[in-house]
């Protein structure tokens, strides 16, 4: 059998941690197993959907790499299809036209819970009624038996037919239910594993009863658990980010978000790092937690800094040119991003700290650190920074070791220790007390870069 996963989101929003954990999970899901990945946009609510939300998460798919084999299917596009099952239901007897009104079924409803029992449609109209009017159409659920779904993730789970009453698949202006849509499209994508949230779970045996009434292969369900905040509540904005994209926004790598979330509630010993071949080979669905799982910022932030430090430069630079462009910097207009990425990878834990730490490599700094220019240049140090600027300017090979020399000997000369040189030069060349090693920095920087604003810092000490 080959195998054939989706990721359904509804695009009423961005695309969520979630939502891409489920995603992750049904990609690797088919990867693993040679099989197809498909996406499909449930965007039958047209009041909620909006192709800003779409957009979004194509946006999000694309940027963690979780590139799809099908699709994007779009379930506006398929009225006519799910019009047709709904005809077939209605004509072999498993569906039938209900015209019970809005307030007869609130009267039921409340009566039923008045007599503390579960509210459900009572089936008035199945064996078909006299009424006219506006009318629904719903599926005849069996009344016997129960519905078997061996869970690859929660195990099996048994519901007696009975607790199941006959719902909605055709709404009044005839447009079709979520119910009924995912049933026909699982049905005709051929989708073989339904991978998806356990906020699902209480759908789960309707669907395999429509499945049955159109005579389709049933698909194996798995159904993932939810995602809290460190509260124990339901993973939401006030936890902070929850959109993909705002991870990268905030400095993430793809690999980094991809690797947290194949880790949250799932694991292969106490290995914590994965590289993607890695998940595919190793995730198995049977051994995803049962219970949810808590995000935590500060494990994810761990992992980003293992992937910046530990990925090939170029990659990390790539995605670091991102930032950059996003601060107005053209990256061409300086050193090589993957050097800076090299020097800086130790230091920064994520891709916006390292692009902003970078800024100066790239264009004139305006103010310099208050603190940093109290604490060095002090009077006197204007003479400490013209002595390296002769030096420098006598330099013909401009690169860190000669540099790194310059700046020892100049100290020796001058009988201060290094410290009282390099960080004058660095507040100088940096506007700023932290940068990488003071070499680093400088043969990074260029000659000219230097000289300009070592000669920008001289006169700045001396009118003060
Ligand atoms: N569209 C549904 C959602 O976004 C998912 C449906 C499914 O996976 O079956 O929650």
């Not at 047209?46 to 694309?62: D, F, H, K, Y």
């Not at 307030?103 to 459900?120: G, H, N, S, T, V």
């Not at 310099?368 to 604490?375: G, H, L, P, R, S």
């Not at 940096?430 to 006169?459: E, F, M, N």
Request: charged residues 25%.
């Amino acid at each position: 059998m080959s195998i054939r996963t989706r990721f359904a989101p509804s695009p009423t929003g961005y695309l969520h941690v979630g939502g891409a954990r489920t995603a992750l999970f049904s990609w690797l899901y088919a990867r693993k197993h040679g099989g197809k990945f498909i996406l499909r946009i449930e965007d039958t609510d047209l009041e909620r959907s909006s192709q800003e939300s779409v957009n979004a998460i194509l946006e999000g798919m694309t940027w963690l790499g979780l590139e799809y084999d099908e699709g994007p299917f779009y379930q506006t596009h398929r009225f006519d299809r799910y019009k047709e099952v709904i005809q077939q239901l209605l004509d072999q007897g498993d569906a039938y036209y209900c015209y019970c009104s809005r307030e007869e079924l609130d009267a039921l409803r409340e009566q039923q819970m008045a007599d503390k029992e579960k509210p459900r449609y009572n089936g008035k109209c199945r064996h078909g009624s006299a009424q006219t009017g506006e009318r629904v159409v719903r599926f005849k659920n069996p009344e016997q038996g129960e519905v078997v779904i061996d869970d690859l993730v929660k195990g099996r789970i048994v519901v007696a037919n009975k607790e199941l009453d006959d719902l909605i698949i055709a709404r009044s202006d005839g447009t079709p239910t979520y119910n009924l849509t995912v049933v026909v499209d699982d049905m005709d994508m051929g989708v073989t594993h339904v991978i998806r949230g356990d906020d699902h779970v209480n759908n789960t045996p309707r669907q395999i009863n429509i499945l049955k009434a159109l005579g389709a292969q049933l698909p194996v369900y798995a159904h993932v658990p939810m995602i809290l905040g460190s509260d124990g509540a339901r993973l939401s904005k006030r936890h902070g980010a929850v959109s993909v994209m705002q991870y990268r926004n905030d400095g993430y790598l793809p690999e980094a978000l991809l690797n947290y979330l194949v880790r949250l509630g799932w694991s292969h010993g106490d290995q914590e790092l994965f590289s993607i071949d890695e998940m595919i080979q190793l995730f198995e669905l049977e051994k995803v937690n049962v219970s949810a799982s808590t995000f935590n910022t500060e494990k994810l932030l761990w992992l980003n800094h293992q992937y910046i430090m530990s990925s090939d430069p170029a990659h990390v630079a790539h995605h670091l040119s991102w930032h950059l462009g996003e601060r107005g910097i053209d990256p061409t207009t300086g050193p090589s991003l993957t050097d800076v990425v090299k020097a800086q990878r130790e230091r920064c834990k994520n891709l916006v700290d390292m692009a902003e730490d970078s800024l100066y490599f790239y264009r004139e700094f305006e103010t310099y650190d208050e603190k940093a220019v109290k604490k060095n240049f002090k009077a006197g140090v204007d003479d400490i920074l013209q002595h390296v600027w002769d030096r420098f300017d006598a330099m013909i090979e401009w690169e860190a070791e000669a540099l790194h020399q310059v700046v020892l000997d100049s100290a020796e000369h001058l009988q201060l220790n290094l410290g009282k040189v390099a960080q004058p030069l660095r507040v100088a060349v940096c506007g700023c007390g932290v940068s990488p090693a003071i070499d680093v920095t400088l043969a990074l920087l260029g000659k000219q870069k230097t000289l300009d604003r070592i000669a920008r810092a001289i006169a700045l000490i001396k009118n003060s």
